[in-house]
């Protein structure tokens, strides 16, 4: 089993920051590409940041030049940092994962996908 866990959400206000960190364990090899995505009532889950086991990262349009994203891959670990947040940055911001994982039924490997549960951002004065 594998597990993401985000934590660091929570109240601020416009202009404030925040950081997320995210956590996989469990039965894993390594991970590959990770993200970050946020989610609003009504709305599509919206990619925000992503990151490659290389370390390469890329925003959205509307995060660029206020989001970082970074990663530590001994850890397995994930993190985004937020800087002069807005009120339309409120949204449930969701950690997403690739792992690689022993094959349970051939000798050889797979690469799952995993989710977080989410963690709420509110920003408002």
């Known amino acids: 089993q594998v597990q993401l866990v985000e934590s660091g959400g929570g109240l601020v206000q416009p202009g404030g920051s925040l950081r997320l960190p995210c956590a996989a364990s469990?039965?894993?090899?390594?991970?590959?590409?990770m993200a970050w995505y946020r989610q609003t009532p009504g709305s599509q889950r919206e990619l925000v940041a992503q990151?490659?086991?290389?370390?390469?990262?890329t925003y959205s349009d509307s995060v660029k030049g206020r989001f970082t994203v970074s990663r530590d891959n001994a850890k397995n670990t994930m993190d985004l940092q937020m800087h002069s947040l807005k009120p339309e940055d409120t949204a449930v911001y969701y950690c997403?994962?690739?792992?690689?994982?022993?094959?349970?039924?051939?000798?050889?490997?797979?690469?799952?996908?995993?989710w977080g549960q989410g963690t709420q951002v509110t920003v408002s004065s």
């Open positions: 997403r994962a690739e792992v690689v994982q022993p094959h349970p039924d051939i000798l050889g490997f797979r690469t799952p996908v995993y």
């Open positions: 469990g039965r894993i090899i390594r991970t590959n590409d």
């Open positions: 990151i490659t086991s290389a370390g390469i990262a």
